[in-house]
């Protein structure tokens, strides 16, 4: 995505000073950025460094203990009704009414959500189309396997068109042509000028969608930028960003370990 060029407008989300403190632990230390319009950024970082914990509050399932988080101009902590109305969060273990059916889920969502201009429901069965569960779509949920559960969450998100998409670890469970349907439905919603917050462990990804990533550590982001900034933060003039993540996030010895485990496997 390097040298993607944006139309700069006023931010879609805007998070500032944002904190959160469980008892004596601080799982988000003061993080500050900002997502434009049409924009994809990608929420880098190794386990426990504070991604699933930011994405909640910035979904407003988590109250933040400092800071401040605007969705379209709006504070999340005073207009939370508003601002939910304007993101879809697609989270990387669904919670779904097993004792619907597809279409009766996604009929639900769409009654909780006031979006004007759209046809949510008629988007659903295109998106149902995509990806092949329109002949599931009268079955009960308990009968899904996880895959089937993930496509029909993002079908829930994607029917309401939302400027903004918060998702965790998007492709967990999808096969390889479900996944590359949703890169690209990324890729689209972004021309259109929706906004997608990305979380995921996958450098590739990363690379393919995203215009900026943010890198989280013990809660604080240590790198922000696009991707040849990124790349720039190495030492060893690496174009591979999973070099320069691992030498960012202080994970660089594994080059020792992998050397060692190869030993022992020769002995």
């Known amino acids: 995505m390097d040298g993607k060029q944006k139309t700069m407008t006023s931010p879609v989300l805007q998070i500032d000073q944002l904190e959160k403190i469980f008892g004596a632990f601080t799982a988000v230390d003061t993080i500050s950025m900002e997502l434009a319009s049409g924009e994809i950024y990608g929420f880098l970082g190794p386990n426990g460094a504070g991604k699933t914990t930011t994405i909640k509050m910035l979904a407003g399932i988590l109250q933040p203990t400092k800071g401040t988080i605007h969705i379209c101009g709006q504070d999340l902590r005073r207009h939370p009704l508003s601002c939910k109305n304007k993101t879809g969060y697609i989270p990387d273990r669904p ?29 659903a069965l295109h998106y149902l189309e995509l990806f092949d569960l329109i002949d599931w779509k009268d079955h009960l949920i308990e009968g899904y396997s996880h895959g089937m559960r ?52 996958s450098m590739e990804i990363a690379e ?10 013990r809660g604080n982001i240590i790198a922000d930028g696009t991707m040849a900034q990124i790349r720039d933060r190495g030492t060893d003039n690496s174009n591979n960003l999973e070099d320069v993540f691992l030498e960012l996030t202080g994970a660089s010895e594994l080059h020792n370990i992998i050397q060692a485990l190869r030993t022992e496997k020769e002995k």
Do not use: W
């Open 208 to 217: 393919e969608l995203c215009d900026r990533v943010g890198i989280i550590v």
């Open 150 to 201: 993930q496509k029909l969450i993002m079908t829930s998100i994607f029917m309401l068109n939302q400027p903004l998409i918060i998702v965790d670890e998007p492709m967990v469970g999808l096969d390889p042509k479900s996944a590359r349907i949703v890169k690209e439905i990324f890729k689209n919603k972004a021309q259109s000028g929706h906004s997608v917050f990305l979380s995921t462990h």
């Open 95 to 123: 919670y779904l009414y097993e004792k619907l059916t597809g279409y009766e889920y996604l009929s639900f969502i769409n009654s909780l959500y006031d979006v004007l201009g759209t046809t949510p429901l008629e988007e």
